[in-house]
């Protein structure tokens, strides 16, 4: 691959745009970790670009987990962050109801226990989560029950995700003052061995084609999710560097929000689907486009322990 995108970063370059920013934003699943193992290297290239004074945070679109719970995680794997160094759509969306919406009453979550933990942590009480299987006929489903404090509709990953949680939505959702808010719109989730699984994206237009409405997203791309980052760190796009295995999610939200971008091919992008974004002539997908592409993080070590240094 060649060309003023897309190049693949190595040798003397990677100090150069190392040099170029104070804080790297890393995405997880895909780039730092694969399920349960660390990549190997990643540890270490987070090591020392925290000893070379880098703020170094963790943005995932993971709903189903706590920051408590991804820092928990990322320290078993060596990683060693704190929970403020963790943004998850969980963490995210409960801050966009408050800070954005100015939400007080209720939401109905259609999502997981982490994420009713962290609406709750801000003081936004959550109604929903668990299983709801269905009862009676149809005229009853649309006559469901609704609490009346209810100001949202909110939709992250939900294992128990039914026809009664998507009807129950619904009902909400025609209320026109009700706010609708997804986590991310990531459709398949990559497994080990090629597999994949539905991801919140599927459960979230299934939501929207019912209510007849379109979410706001909080995760990534949505500026809205660096936004959270920066001003919780006072951080200069132009001076950050956003580290992704997805062109769509990861790549798209650097461009968008104007940091350097940095794919990292263990993940689910690859760089030939980079070099066809940035050859098709299309502006929405040049978009995805990373300044840089590496096979791992582990690349970036050379430069991080002055291995790539000339002799004298």
């Known amino acids: 691959m060649s060309g003023s995108q897309c190049a693949r970063l190595g040798g003397p370059l990677v100090r150069q745009l190392l040099d170029s920013v104070d804080s790297v934003l890393f995405d997880c699943d895909g780039v730092i970790w694969r399920g349960d193992q660390a990549i190997p290297g990643a540890a270490r290239v987070i090591s020392l670009l925290k000893q070379r004074g880098k703020r170094v945070v963790f943005v995932t679109n993971n709903s189903t987990k706590t920051r408590r719970m991804y820092a928990d995680k990322l320290s078993s794997l060596g990683f060693h962050a704190a929970e403020d160094d963790v943004f998850g759509t969980a963490f995210c969306c409960a801050a966009y109801l408050r800070s954005e919406c100015g939400l007080r009453g209720k939401v109905y979550l259609v999502g997981s226990d982490a994420m009713r933990q ?141 940091l350097k971008t940095l794919l990292t091919l263990t993940g689910v992008s690859t760089a030939a689907e980079a070099a066809a974004h940035r050859d098709s002539g299309s502006a929405e997908r040049r978009a995805m486009v990373p300044d840089y592409y590496v096979e791992s993080i582990a690349d970036l070590l050379p430069a991080l322990q002055g291995e790539d240094e000339p002799p004298l």
């Open 118 to 258: 962290e609406l709750e942590a801000l003081g936004i009480q959550a109604v929903g989560v668990g299983p709801d299987p269905v009862s009676g006929k149809q005229l009853d489903w649309a006559s469901v029950p609704l609490d009346p404090e209810v100001q949202a509709v909110v939709v992250g990953f939900d294992e128990h995700f039914s026809y009664m949680k998507l009807n129950r939505a619904m009902q909400y959702l025609t209320q026109k003052d009700c706010l609708f808010v997804g986590t991310n719109r990531d459709t398949r989730l990559p497994l080990e061995g090629g597999k994949a699984v539905p991801g919140t994206g599927c459960l979230l237009q299934a939501v929207e084609t019912a209510a007849q409405r379109q979410a706001q997203t909080v995760g990534k791309p949505s500026r809205f999710m660096f936004e959270c980052v920066a001003r919780r760190f006072g951080l200069r796009p132009e001076r950050c560097l956003m580290v992704g295995d997805r062109l769509d999610t990861d790549i798209l939200l650097g461009s968008a929000c104007g």
